[in-house]
């Protein structure tokens, strides 16, 4: 399949592997890509040394292409950049933040830049800057989170821009990608569907509570902080929820915040951050990349087969 994604990308499938901070490492990426998709390595806040070791990996696993996300409120920005440089990493695709002061530099030794954005202000801030296409990420993701659903957000943002659009937040099947295609995307990044891969080597406990969630089982915390975070409903975050709504502060919200989502990755269920998507609800299998990506264009086919029938 050709879209405006895949040859920029030079990938069979515009399917991304959306970069998930501690859940996405040169293991899962590659098998991403090996399957003719883009696997991405997150970077999240690791030093630069791990996002180094994990580049190394993953060309020694693939040939083909891959991306690193950056996470822009990690403290190693500058350094992890200065890496990704180095080894001349084909795609970076950026969260949190707005990458501008970094785009000329990773363009100049030709790697494509790919931010994610959550409005239609910030995207045509990120074209201006010079980024060669974009993720409009909905607010159904897990992790950090925009205010826009992707079925409202994703069409603006089209109109919005020039360069091609990649959707994200709410898709895991077949249904969901001729959608995205359908509102003007030129691909999808899809997330929560991958921790349920074979391949995500975090703790089995995180892909049971992904299967095990139903569709009103995510919840947003950490929304007077600036950075909202979709995860799972659990003991955990509910606690942390209640002590926001009692005035806690930044600094002490951060401070029980900081490394659950980590925790959550060892399979500490007591006190983890489960960072997924709206879509879990949906997610009932494990399974390997390769066979989460052919079933998905098997579906995609279905979807049409139907639609012309009708
Ligand atoms: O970044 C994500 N998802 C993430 S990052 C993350 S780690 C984290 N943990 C705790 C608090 C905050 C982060 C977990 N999940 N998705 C992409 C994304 N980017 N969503 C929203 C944005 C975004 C927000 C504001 C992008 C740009 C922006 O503003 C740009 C500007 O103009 O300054």
């Known amino acids: 399949m050709e879209t405006k994604i895949t040859k920029l990308l030079k990938i069979g499938y515009p399917i991304l592997q959306g ?6 490492d040169a293991q899962l990426a590659a098998a991403v890509s090996n399957a003719g998709g883009l696997g991405i390595i ?98 159904e993701s897990g992790g950090h989170v925009g205010e826009i659903t992707t079925m409202a957000l994703v069409p603006q943002v089209v109109d919005s821009v020039k360069i091609p659009v990649i959707a994200a ?69 509910r606690k942390l929820l209640k002590l926001e709504d009692n005035g806690m502060s930044i600094k002490e919200f951060e401070q029980l915040g900081t490394g659950s989502l980590r925790k959550a990755v060892e399979g500490n269920i007591k006190e983890g951050t489960f960072m997924s998507g709206q ?10 990349c390769g066979k989460i990506i052919i079933d998905l264009m098997d579906e995609a086919q279905t979807v049409l087969n139907n639609l012309y029938k009708r």
Not at 279 to 284: A, D, K, P, Q
């Open 169 to 237: 937040g709410g898709i895991a099947d077949g249904r969901g990608f001729i959608a995205a295609l359908s509102l003007g995307a030129e691909g999808v990044q899809m997330g929560t569907r991958f921790i349920c891969s074979t391949e995500c080597s975090i703790n089995l406990e995180y892909k049971k509570a992904v299967l095990k969630a139903k569709d009103r089982d995510t919840m947003v915390t950490g929304r007077f902080t600036g950075h909202p975070v979709r995860c799972l409903k659990s003991n955990f975050s």
């Open 42 to 139: 997150a970077a999240g806040n690791a030093p630069p040394s791990w996002v180094l070791e994990q580049v190394l990996l993953i060309k020694k696993m693939t040939n083909k292409p891959f991306g690193v996300n950056v996470m822009l409120l990690s403290p190693y920005v500058d350094e992890v950049i200065k890496v990704l440089i180095q080894e001349r990493v084909p795609v970076v695709t950026t969260g949190a933040g707005n990458p501008a002061k970094y785009i000329g530099q990773l363009k100049e030794v030709g790697t494509i830049v790919i931010p994610v954005i959550p409005s239609c202000a910030t995207a045509r801030k990120m074209e201006k800057s010079g980024a060669d296409a974009i993720v409009a990420e909905g607010t």
């Open 279 to 288: 879509i879990s609800g949906m997610i009932n299998d494990i399974k390997p």
């Open 19 to 24: 970069g998930m901070v501690w859940l996405s």
